[in-house]
C-alpha cells in the first residue's frame, strides 16, 4: 500500500478530463483523441505523464481495421487516491464513535486502529536515527511535509500540518492511531505531541537513550 505515491497533482485540464474518460473504461489514444478533438500527439503526451505519475497503465492492445492499439486503463488505487469522500467520511465515523464509547475505549480503538496500519508497511531498520529517518520519509509519502529535532536528548518528528485534521477537531483519541502506527514502525516508544489547535500539526517524540 505504502510503496509509491500518485501524482494526482498533474490532473488539472485536459489530464483531467483524459482520467475521467478512462475511468469510465480502457481506451486508446484514437479514442481520447476524437472525444478530446485534441491531435493524437497531444493526447500520447499527456499518456505519457500520466503514465509515468503512476496514475494510468497499459492494458493490453485492442485490434482495429489497420493496426493494434494500446489501451490505457487506471493504475490499482487510483481510484481511491481520487476520491474526495474519504475525509468527510472519517470526520463523521470518529464523532460518532466519540459519541458511543467513553474516552479511553475509543483511544484503544484508535491505538489498534494504528496497529492496523503498521501492517501496511515493513518495519524500519538500523540505529535510532535512521528509523527516525525512514519514519519521516514515511510521513512525507503519506503527505505529511515534516522535519526531524533533536532537543534535549529526545527526537522529534514535527509536521507541518496534520494528516488527519478533518478527524481531529481536538481529539486526542485520533493522533494515538499514528502515534501506534510510529511505535510499531520504529519498533520504539513514541508520544504524541501534537497541535490541535486552529491549525493543527502533528508532532511526535521518540526517546533514542544513548543509541544513534
Not at 490532473?11 to 483523441?33: C, Y
Not at 478533438?37 to 493526447?43: D, F, K
Not at 464523532?95 to 501492517?119: Q, W
Not at 477537531?169 to 520504539?188: D, K, N, S, W
Amino acid at each position: 500500500m505504502g510503496s509509491r505515491s500518485l501524482g494526482t497533482g498533474s490532473l488539472a485540464g485536459t489530464r483531467g478530463r483524459i482520467i475521467d474518460l478512462i475511468r469510465r473504461s480502457p481506451t486508446t489514444v484514437t479514442e481520447i483523441a476524437a472525444q478530446l478533438e485534441l491531435t493524437y500527439n497531444a493526447v500520447r503526451a499527456h499518456l505519457t505523464a500520466l503514465e509515468r505519475d503512476g496514475l494510468i497503465r497499459s492494458a493490453g492492445v485492442r485490434r482495429g481495421e489497420t493496426r493494434p492499439s494500446a489501451v490505457y486503463e487506471l493504475a490499482p488505487g487510483v481510484d481511491d487516491a481520487l476520491s474526495r469522500a474519504y475525509m468527510p467520511f472519517a470526520s463523521h465515523l470518529v464523532r460518532s464513535l466519540s459519541e458511543r464509547f467513553p474516552e479511553h475505549e475509543l483511544d484503544e480503538i484508535m491505538r489498534d486502529v494504528g496497529r492496523r496500519l503498521a501492517t501496511e508497511w515493513p518495519r524500519a531498520h538500523g540505529t535510532v536515527t535512521k528509523r527516525v529517518e525512514s519514519a519521516s520519509a514515511l510521513l512525507q509519502e503519506l503527505g505529511a511535509p515534516n522535519e526531524v529535532e533533536h532537543v534535549d536528548g529526545a527526537v522529534r518528528i514535527r509536521g507541518f500540518g496534520c494528516l488527519l485534521a478533518a478527524a481531529v477537531q481536538g481529539r486526542p483519541q485520533v493522533c494515538r492511531a499514528m502515534e501506534t502506527l510510529l511505535a510499531e514502525f520504529l519498533a520504539t516508544p513514541v508520544h504524541e505531541c501534537c497541535e490541535r489547535g486552529e491549525r493543527p500539526r502533528c508532532c511526535f517524540e521518540i526517546v533514542a537513550g544513548s543509541e544513534t
